[in-house]
């Protein structure tokens, strides 16, 4: 999919520091909300500052958050280093303990979205009727092959990109959107001799 320029590309290295629990939520929670120090990133993940600030140095080792030099004092001021990170399932197959930690970190990834999307549910009859018609999900299916995937998910990707550039109106909320392609029977496994090589990758701005 179309990146934006920010867009970090997951190393090997970089994804197995990134599959921690604390890590992925802490990287997550700079998206969201912003630079903030470790004692204020330890208050809203109920941890101890001392474990934050450890994890917060292993993500910026491997480039994914970095210190604005803006604290105060001895207060580091943490800021996501880039707006999303990327990733080939392809490129980092050869690293074993790399291949492991993507598949740990793609469900955590799916765990979040469940326990997101779960919340919402809880609390969507509270929110003005017009927000409860345009939220929601859904599922198509299409029949392609592995080229015209990759087309249709830039082409998504690109829609997307003009939203993020629009400007907000007063009554806009941000919203989270998830996507998702896989195939319909994942099963049916196409002959290895199949050039199924992909061109982009899978991004999140997420965690």
């Known amino acids: 999919m179309t990146a934006p320029q920010d867009d970090f590309r997951l190393t ?9 629990p604390l890590r992925s939520r802490l990287l997550s929670t700079l998206r969201r909300g ?17 474990a934050t600030s450890y994890h917060l140095r292993k993500l910026e080792s491997v480039g994914l958050v970095a210190d604005t030099g803006e ?20 490129e980092l197959a050869h690293d ?25 549910l809880d609390v969507a009859d509270a929110w003005p009727d017009e927000w409860q018609d345009a939220a929601g999900m859904g599922d198509s299916w299409v029949t392609v092959n592995p080229a015209q995937l990759q087309a ?6 690109e829609v997307l990109e003009r939203y993020r550039d ?13 996507t ?6 994942p099963d049916d496994i196409p002959d290895l001799d199949t050039d199924t090589s992909p061109e982009a990758g899978t991004r999140t701005d997420q965690p």
């Not at 090997?12 to 921690?20: D, G, I, N, R, T």
């Not at 105060?72 to 392809?90: C, D, I, N, V, Y």
């Not at 629009?166 to 998830?178: H, N």
């Open 12 to 20: 090997p290295e970089a994804v197995k520091v990134l599959a921690h």
């Open 34 to 50: 912003g630079p903030a120090t470790a004692t204020t990133l330890a208050t809203e993940l109920n941890t101890n500052s001392g």
């Open 71 to 90: 604290g105060a004092g001895k207060q580091r001021l943490w800021r996501a280093a880039t707006s999303s990170h990327s990733w080939e399932r392809t």
């Open 96 to 120: 074993e303990d790399a291949a492991t930690a993507l598949g740990w970190l793609e469900r955590d990834y799916l765990r979040l979205f469940s326990t997101d999307f779960g919340h919402w």
């Open 152 to 157: 249709l998910r830039r082409e998504l990707d």
């Open 166 to 178: 629009a400007d907000p109106t007063p009554d806009a909320r941000r919203v989270t959107l998830w």
């Open 180 to 185: 998702a392609a896989y195939p319909l029977e």
